[in-house]
């Protein structure tokens, strides 16, 4: 009985080990994502693992500085829609998706918002995270048919509908029932 295999596909067996995950990495959005994230992992950037559907409007920045105490985010009391006070961080993923930036907008110390800013090249990807998450019934809002919402336990999460043509554009915003009773920021 003979089990030697012959040269040439020993050739073809090895030239297939070899090239494959070349080949995955190069030429799939998954492989690409994961390049991207080790790559953005070696040059430091921070990683956000957030369930950003489980924010809460009472929610305090002590809170959040506990929960992620090695995310390094720069607070200042500056007016914005939402409240007084803004924290933002840089970040290279969150949910393992190469992103830039995650800001948090509060009313005191209670959170009325938050943004999260990935890369419009991970659009589908991120969407997808979302749709596994919230579900399938992302609505359109009525005044804009270029935003998805999910009802999410406190407030509501607002995506572009089609992949932003700018990484600028690209974000993800949660909004806190209180933000969206009181849209002006107005104190009663």
Known sequence: MNLRLHPLYKKL???????GPIVWLMLTEDGRRRTDIVMLHLLG???????IENLRGAMTEAELRAQFPDLEMSCAAIANP???RSCSAEIGSFNAIPS????????????RAAKLSYRSTYHQTLLRQLTQRLGMRA???EDDADVLSWQVSDGLLLMPSNAPESDQDAAVMWLSTAALSNPAGVKP
């Open 45 to 51: 950037a921070q990683e956000l693992n957030l369930a």
């Open 82 to 84: 939402f409240g007084d």
């Open 139 to 141: 609505g359109r809002r």
């Open 13 to 19: 067996l090895i030239l297939a080990l070899v090239l």
């Open 100 to 111: 830039r930036g995650f800001a948090l907008f509060l009313d005191g110390d209670e959170l």
